[in-house]
C-alpha cells in the first residue's frame, strides 16, 4: 500500500528556532513534493526532489531515498511561515499526500 | 503570466443540482490536476491530464463526477447531481511535465452543498 506519513502533525515553535518536518514513504517512488498552505487556503510548491537536497533561502528539503524519508527544515524561523507544510509522493503518475503538519511560529 | 485561474472562488448550491468548475491553467503547461481538500481526508488528487488526455481518474469518486478537457487552456470538473458530501475546496494545478514537475496551484473553489 502506498503511504505517507508526516511528523509531528502540530508544531508550535518560538520566532528563530530551526524546525524539521518528516516525512516518510512506504515504497520507492519517482518524486517527492514539499507544499505550503497558508491560513489563507492558497497552495504554493516549496520543492520537488528525487534525491539529495535543495535549498531555496531559509527552507531546505532532503531526501533519503534508501532509507525512504524526507525532511523540510526552516531556519531562523518567523511567524510569517506559519502554514501547513504538505509532503506529496509521486508513486509514477500517482500522487499520493501526507495529512500535513500545521506550524505556528510565535514571536 | 496570471497564474492558475480558477472559477467561481465560492459556489452555494443545493443538493442535486449540477456544480461546474472551471480552471484555466498556465500558457505552456502540459499537465493539469484536480485536487479535493477536506478536513477528513486532506489533499486527493482527483485526476490529472498530460496534453488534453485523462492520465489517472482514479481519484475521481464516482460516476456523480466528471472532467473534461476540451483545449490547452481549459477544463471542467462537473458534479451531477452534488450532495452535501461533496462540500469541499476544489484545486486546480499545472505543471510543464507530469507529476514530476513543479505545480503551481490555483486559488480553488469553495463548494458548499445544502
Known amino acids: 500500500k502506498n503511504e505517507v506519513e508526516q511528523s509531528p502533525q502540530n508544531l508550535t515553535a518560538q520566532e528563530g528556532e530551526f524546525i524539521t518536518i518528516n516525512c516518510s514513504y512506504s515504497v520507492g517512488i519517482s518524486a517527492l513534493h514539499w507544499l505550503q498552505q497558508h491560513p489563507g487556503g492558497g497552495i504554493v510548491s516549496l520543492f520537488m526532489l528525487s534525491s539529495g537536497k535543495k535549498k531555496h533561502g531559509r527552507l531546505i528539503a532532503t531526501i533519503n531515498i534508501q532509507e525512504k524519508h524526507s525532511s523540510l527544515h526552516i531556519t531562523a524561523s518567523h511567524p510569517r511561515d506559519s502554514a501547513v507544510y504538505i509532503c506529496a509522493v509521486d508513486y509514477g503518475n500517482k500522487l499520493v499526500f501526507g495529512a500535513g503538519t500545521i506550524l505556528r511560529v510565535k514571536s | 503570466d496570471a497564474g492558475v485561474i480558477q472559477s467561481p472562488r465560492h459556489e452555494v448550491t443545493e443538493m442535486g443540482q449540477e456544480v461546474t468548475l472551471r480552471c484555466k491553467p498556465i500558457?505552456?503547461?502540459?499537465?493539469l490536476f484536480w485536487y479535493r481538500q477536506t478536513m477528513m481526508r486532506g489533499l486527493e488528487l482527483l485526476i490529472y491530464?498530460?496534453?488534453?488526455?485523462?492520465?489517472?481518474d482514479s481519484g475521481m469518486p464516482e460516476d456523480r463526477f466528471s472532467a473534461k478537457m476540451p483545449n490547452a487552456s481549459f477544463s471542467t470538473l462537473k458534479i451531477q447531481p452534488s450532495e452535501p458530501r461533496d462540500s469541499a475546496v476544489y484545486f486546480c494545478?499545472?505543471?510543464?511535465?507530469?507529476?514530476?514537475?513543479?505545480?503551481?496551484f490555483g486559488a480553488g473553489t469553495r463548494l458548499s452543498v445544502l
Open positions: 494545478a499545472s505543471s510543464r511535465g507530469g507529476t514530476g514537475d513543479i505545480q503551481y
Open positions: 491530464f498530460n496534453n488534453n488526455v485523462p492520465i489517472d
Open positions: 500558457s505552456g503547461h502540459n499537465s
